[in-house]
C-alpha cells in the first residue's frame, strides 16, 4: 500500500513524507466510505491538528481527495478517482450517510449527470447527499 501511496503523492507533486503516506494510506484502505477529522484523528498514533488540516487541504487542493458531502455538520473526505487533477475533480457521484453506524459511502452510477438549467445558469459543483441504512446495518 506503501508504494501505492507513494506514486500517487509523486504523480500529484506533493513532497513524500511519513505523515502524507500514513494518511494517504488511511484513504486508500477505507474503500469508497469518507474519513471524518475525528476518524483520522483516532486512526493516527502520533499527530499535529494543524499537520493533519495542512496535509488535508494540499490533497484537496491536488486532485487525491474531494470533500464528501453528505448532509451532517461534519466535514469528510473521501479519495477522488486516478483522473482528478489539481485543475479537474471528476468526482461527480452521491455521498451516502448511514443514519444508524454516521458511515458516508460514495456512490457510484446513480445520478444522471445531464442536468438541465435555464440559459443564464452554468453549472460547476454538484453535491447529492442521500440518507439510509447501509449494507452492514441492515444485516
Not at 66 to 95: F, L, M, P, V
Request: glycine share 4%; aromatic share 8%.
Amino acid at each position: 500500500m506503501e508504494n501505492r501511496a507513494s506514486e500517487i503523492l509523486k504523480s500529484h507533486k506533493l513532497r513524500n513524507t511519513p505523515f502524507r503516506l500514513k494518511v494517504l494510506e488511511l484513504f486508500l484502505t477505507s474503500g469508497h466510505q469518507a474519513l471524518s477529522n475525528a476518524s483520522l484523528e483516532t486512526a493516527l498514533e502520533e499527530f499535529d491538528r494543524i499537520t493533519l488540516y495542512r496535509t488535508l487541504k494540499s490533497f484537496e487542493k491536488a486532485g487525491i481527495i474531494h470533500q464528501a458531502i453528505d448532509g451532517s455538520s461534519e466535514t469528510k473526505y473521501a479519495i477522488c478517482h486516478d483522473d482528478c487533477t489539481e485543475h479537474s475533480h471528476r468526482d461527480n457521484h452521491a455521498h451516502f450517510l448511514c443514519n444508524q453506524c454516521g458511515n458516508t459511502y460514495c456512490i457510484e452510477n446513480v445520478v444522471d449527470t445531464n442536468y438541465r438549467l435555464p440559459k443564464q445558469f452554468q453549472l460547476q459543483k454538484v453535491h447529492i447527499a442521500l440518507e439510509g441504512m447501509c449494507a452492514s446495518c441492515q444485516n
